[in-house]
């Protein structure tokens, strides 16, 4: 089965393949949760919120995260494509949506590479001192360009193995975590007692609690990955549904399961960012090395990101050339299926993006890296709203739910549940910088800058074709189907 964004043009000799398997999948979309949201900032909430409230706090995400996907995972297996919830906002909302959506993630991922180049670098500076931080920069961006530029398959693998070794990771924190909480390692048990220490294990009430919970949107960013790999994913009737369904409980295990363990062995007073809580636990159980160890798992993080970073955002651009809302030549792609031009540009912006964290005014990287984190939130309201808009077209047209492959939970108070979070968390990205004595505006505009771009995109579009909400007895169902077929 080929998707829309598989159709040959006058333009392109060759076309996107289906290289992607039900293992790479799953690794995707849990490489895409598991990063430096875990390994280095978990400590940060813990201590914000002490473990009670962090708690609370991912749990109440989860559930935004767990509705999101489940109206992801039904539009997938519908329309396995590129452009994912892009195109499905051209097909089921507005085409002004669907182009403001794309280019709204494209250069959130675009961004992110570069972020991470920098970080890879800083993280080198461990081992390293002496070496400039540039050297390592642009080595670890001619890895990742290399490993896309190869096929689907090749970024499918390479990220399989970057996401293993994260989740080996956990799974391995877990149970040395676990063991130390019982005593199994010193013949002292630990216990519980961590979590009422001090004012836990719900530190500085409610708002503590809401100010983790804007924060841990971020650790979720990523699981939107799998909807942009179904457009290259050899069966995605069966592979999609197993992801969402088993990938997503497994994500959630290992944020609560670390919370847990961290805040049992840790006082939330002496959790920070400073020293990764998974280091000051794995020097607690003996493991030799464990600062060092971590910093190679963390760097294998990044470079996962990135990895990720530069896959989605050219199958991203590509899909809009598709669909005529970027110039045509970024639809070309080479004999292994690799949209070739959509990769240089990205490469160059990101390049662009990263030389000005190293070089240029601090102030425009961090407004950057600030508008590609408030992009990610803004793609997962456009995925609910796409998902609401689509089932109620369905409804409205009176057709068979039975040929749907995959259904999301709880229609449709999921996806508003989803909407409402989603608008909270954009929202409240910068109430610390409103204080009653002094408003931060600094601060404001890089807590807000993504807002007023992305409805720049929306406006512009709009005005120049003149495009109206596509009416739910309009929406062709007949032609996304017909050509889900070919």
Request: proline fraction near 3%; charged fraction near 15%.
């Amino acid at each position: 089965m080929q998707n829309v964004a598989e159709q040959q043009d006058s333009k392109s000799t060759y076309k996107l393949k289906r290289g992607l398997k039900a293992r790479h999948l799953n690794m995707i979309a849990m490489g895409g949760a598991i990063g430096t949201g875990i390994f280095l900032a978990l400590g940060a909430t813990i201590k914000q919120a002490g473990p009670g409230g962090a708690l609370v706090a991912y749990g109440c995400i989860g559930v935004m995260v767990y509705f999101l996907m489940t109206s992801l995972g039904e539009m997938a297996t519908y329309m396995p494509d590129s452009g994912s919830f892009g195109t499905y906002a051209t097909k089921f909302v507005d085409p002004a949506l669907g182009f403001a959506l794309g280019w709204n993630y494209w250069y959130n991922w675009a961004i992110t590479v570069a972020a991470e180049m920098v970080a890879g670098a800083l993280i080198m500076k461990y081992w390293f001192p002496n070496v400039p931080a540039v050297i390592w920069s642009v080595c670890f961006l001619a890895l990742i360009v290399g490993l896309n530029l190869l096929s689907a398959k090749a970024y499918g693998e390479s990220e399989f193995w970057f996401a293993g070794i994260k989740v080996l990771t956990v799974i391995v924190f877990l149970i040395v975590g676990i063991a130390t909480i019982a005593g199994i390692f010193n013949g002292k048990p630990v216990g519980l007692k961590n979590f009422t220490v001090g004012e836990a294990p719900f530190v500085g009430g409610f708002k503590s609690i809401f100010l983790v919970f804007l924060i841990a949107g971020f650790s979720f960013q990523g699981t939107e990955l799998v909807g942009i790999a179904a457009g290259e994913s050899e069966d995605p009737g069966k592979t999609i549904p197993k992801a969402i369904n088993t990938i997503f409980w497994r994500i959630l295990l290992f944020y609560i399961g670390t919370i847990f363990v961290v805040g049992a062995l840790i006082p939330y007073m002496n959790a920070g960012v400073d020293t990764s809580p998974f280091t000051l636990v794995f020097q607690r159980a003996g493991i030799a090395g464990a600062a060092s160890l971590m910093n190679a798992i963390i760097l294998t993080s990044v470079l996962s990101a990135g990895n990720s970073g530069m896959y989605a955002s050219s199958r991203m651009l590509y899909s809009m050339a598709k669909d005529k809302k970027a110039p045509v030549w970024l639809a070309r792609v080479n004999s292994r299926g690799v949209p070739v031009n959509s990769l240089i540009l990205t490469t160059i912006v990101a390049s662009a993006c990263f030389l000005t964290g190293l070089y240029a005014e601090t102030t425009v990287y961090v407004w950057l890296v600030a508008a590609s984190g408030l992009a990610g939130f803004v793609a997962w309201l456009g995925i609910a709203l796409c998902h609401y808009r689509f089932r109620k077209a369905y409804t409205a047209q009176k057709r068979d739910f039975s040929k749907l492959k995959y259904k999301a939970k709880l229609f449709p108070l999921g996806p508003i549940i989803a909407l409402i979070l989603c608008i909270i968390v954009i929202l409240g990205q910068g109430i610390t910088y409103f204080q009653a004595s002094k408003i931060d505006w600094s601060g404001v505009v890089s807590s807000y800058i993504g807002l007023p771009l992305f409805a720049g995109l929306w406006l512009w579009y709009k005005k120049r074709y003149h495009t109206d909400v596509v009416k739910l007895e309009d929406v062709d169902f007949d032609s996304i189907e017909k050509n889900m077929k070919l």
